[in-house]
């Protein structure tokens, strides 16, 4: 091995007697570079999005969430409850009621999703770090009040300066519907806006928060839930949240679902990872492009060293030998290409990720693009580019050992 890689080394760094294979070799070598740096780069700022987005989510979105197999609610009642307080990984526990409801505001109508929260979602709530306007209150005396996204606020005109109370409908449970007169087949309820949050612009555009006792009065509940929301402490691992989960849906039983965050979501979460894939995939075609320069110059160098390879056979050299030589010199120059990318892009990966100092345009709610280095995406980094490289090496050997 020591000889081959000895001679490549001649052979790379040597003064070529046609000066267009140095440049070609130097041009392969630089988009090797920047094709690895960009990937590291790109990877590294899909890897902050993705963070960000689920941070975001984490705020409406709990770690487990309790939900019955069949029907929309079910009374939180038994051991297990008890069971569940008691843990160390569990910061709270809270009651929510959740439904599609038609609102109505000074005179326009719309569509919103509408939670109902306990005490405990109120005193303990994420979103309340989300505010935009007002203050996040679910009462004020006994007057109920909501919390209501930024987007359907926008969309309805609702805003906590003004004292129009929003008016939420939904078909009652228990009357039958009248033809003559629809609206006596409906259920309604008051509440008052005292903020508006932004998370993301899905929740944003659809989510409203308000007392639960409000939300089972609309529905028609007593001491009914449509799901129990389980929040653990900061800290808590993957493998106790897990654990957690399986204790929790062994001591329910098959008649409730125990999701995780990734289970309650699985869509955006699956989708975001393809789109991860996806983007790996393109880079690594754009790298495979690039690296067609190599096979241009190792054939010319192929061709220019004919009279070595003679010299070398006649010493008694064997073809392995010599078709190593070459594939050696072709994969140093996509390895040389690899590792200064690699010192590019993680430099600038840890520049971005510790002093910002790329910004975001606009009025985002972070100020600099978010970059997160993983070492996951720099193995596959180098897995794939060394591959790339090496197939590519081997091309023009194997070509010319057909012709010969």
């Not at 805003?159 to 109370?165: A, D, H, K, V, Y």
């Not at 140093?332 to 600038?348: K, Q, R």
Request: glycine share 6%; hydrophobic share 45%.
């Amino acid at each position: 091995m020591r000889l081959p890689l000895f001679i490549a080394k001649r052979y790379l760094f040597a003064k070529k007697s046609h000066n267009v294979i140095n440049i070609i070799s130097a041009i392969s070598a630089i988009g090797m570079a920047i094709g690895t740096a960009a990937l590291i780069i790109i990877m590294s700022i899909y890897n902050g999005f993705d963070s960000l987005i689920k941070s975001m989510m984490s705020n409406v979105e709990p770690d487990l969430l309790i939900t019955p197999a069949t029907g929309k609610s079910f009374i939180p009642e038994g051991d297990t409850y008890d069971w569940i307080y008691e843990q160390e990984c569990v910061k709270n526990m809270c009651s929510v009621v959740q439904e599609q409801v038609f609102i109505s505001y000074d005179g326009q109508q719309g569509l919103a999703t509408v939670k109902g929260v306990d005490w405990i979602y109120e005193g303990e709530s994420p979103i309340r770090d989300h505010l935009r306007e007002g203050e996040f209150l679910m009462h004020r005396g006994d007057v109920p009040l909501a919390a209501v996204g930024i987007g359907l606020a926008y969309q309805m005109g609702i805003s906590p300066r003004f004292l129009t109370p929003i008016e939420i409908y939904f078909p009652s449970r228990t009357r039958r519907i009248s033809m003559t007169n629809p609206a006596a087949s409906l259920e309604s309820i008051k509440v008052w806006p005292s903020c508006t949050f932004s998370v993301n612009t899905e929740v944003d555009s659809k989510l409203m928060l308000i007392p639960i006792e409000e939300m089972r009065e609309l529905l028609e509940y007593e001491d009914e839930v449509s799901a129990i929301e389980i929040r653990t402490s900061e800290g808590t691992s993957s493998k106790e949240l897990a654990l957690l989960q399986k204790e929790i849906g062994e001591r329910l039983g098959p008649d409730y679902k125990v999701k995780n965050r990734f289970q309650q979501n699985e869509s955006l979460y699956k989708m975001m990872k393809y789109e991860k894939a996806a983007i790996y995939m393109i880079l690594i075609f754009v790298i495979i492009i690039i690296a067609f320069n190599i096979f241009g110059s190792l054939s010319m160098l192929i061709i220019e060293k004919d009279e070595d390879i003679l010299t070398l056979r006649s010493l008694g050299a064997r073809e392995r030998l010599i078709k190593r030589i070459f594939v050696l010199e072709g994969w140093m120059i996509s390895l040389t290409g690899l590792a200064a990318g690699l010192v590019v892009g993680i430099g600038f990966a840890l520049i971005q990720q510790h002093f910002g100092l790329i910004k975001m345009p606009g009025s985002f709610i972070i100020q600099a693009y978010p970059v997160i280095l993983s070492s996951w995406d720099i193995l596959l980094t180098i897995a794939g580019v060394a591959l790339i490289g090496y197939i590519i090496a081997l091309l023009p050997v194997h070509i010319y050992r057909k012709r010969s």
